[in-house]
C-alpha cells in the first residue's frame, strides 16, 4: 500500500505537482511529516498556519524545535519550513483582520459546526493566499500533506472511508480545498502513533511530552478555541493568559455580533477561568 501511494505521488511529482506539508506541532502532524519522510517523498514546503491574534507566543520556537530533532534524522528539513500569517480580507474596507478585529466587526466567537469562520476565513483562505502569491502555482498542482484521522471524530470517519488517502482537488468537504489532499496517517489510531514515534523517533517523542502534551495543553491550537476543553483552558490560565483571555472574552461580550451560541461558548470559557485562583496565575507577556 505505501509503496502504491509513494508511486502515485511520485507520478504526480512528476507531471509537476509538488508537495506541501500542513505542520502544527502536535503528535498527528509529526507523525505525518514524518512519515513522507520516511518515504522520501520531496517536500517543496513545511508549513504553519498561524491564526494572526490567537496563537501561542512562543509558537516559533517550539515549532523550531521539533524540526530540529527531525532534521537530524532527515537533514534539510528546517529549511523547509514557512510559517503562514492567516489574516483575513474585509472586503468593505479592503484590509486585513486579525482574528479580534474579523470577530469583533462581523462575526462573533466561532461556534462548532454551525459557523467555524476561523477555519475557512482563515486557515484555509490564507493557505490559498499563500499558494496563490507566494508560491505561485496553480492549485491543482499542490498535493497539501494533512495529518487528520479516522478516529478524530464520526463525521471523519464517514468521509475519510468514502475518499481514501488521497483526494483530487475540489472534493467536497467542509473545508473544500483547491489542492489535492493527501492523508498519510488516515487509518492510524492515537496508541499507534505514540508508539510509532516512540519506538522510531524516542527524541522527538521525549520532546513533544516535555514542551507540549505534559503541559496538558495543545500549544499549537489557538489559545482561545470553542473546543478547547475546561482542563486545558485553567492550564492555559495558569500558564499566563488568564488576563488575556479574559480581556477578550469580555470585550467579545459587549458586542452583539455573532450567534447566540458564541456568547453562550465564551460565558462557559469565562466561568471556566474565574475558577482558576488569581494569585497562583503568573502573567507573561503576550507579544
Ligand atoms: S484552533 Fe480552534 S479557533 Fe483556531 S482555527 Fe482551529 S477551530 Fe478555529
Redesign the pocket.
Known sequence: MVILMARTIYDLINKDHIVVVNFSGGKDSTCTLLKVLEMKIPIHKIVYMK?VG?TYPKIEDYLKGILKIIDKYYPGTLKLFEIIECKTKCRMHNCFEDFWEYALRYAGF?VPHVG?W??TH??LEGYHRWIKEKLKVEYHKVISVVGIKKGDSHWRKRWLSEHGELVPPNTTDVRITKTWKWFPIMSMTNEELWSYLKENYPEVYDYLWSENYGKRISLS??LL???RSKGEVQALARLGFRGWMLEKIDMLLQNEKGYRLSKQILLRIKRWILETSHEITKWIEFT
Open positions: 491564526v490567537n466561532p467555524l476561523c477555519l482563515f486557515k491550537q489557538c478555541c470553542p473546543y
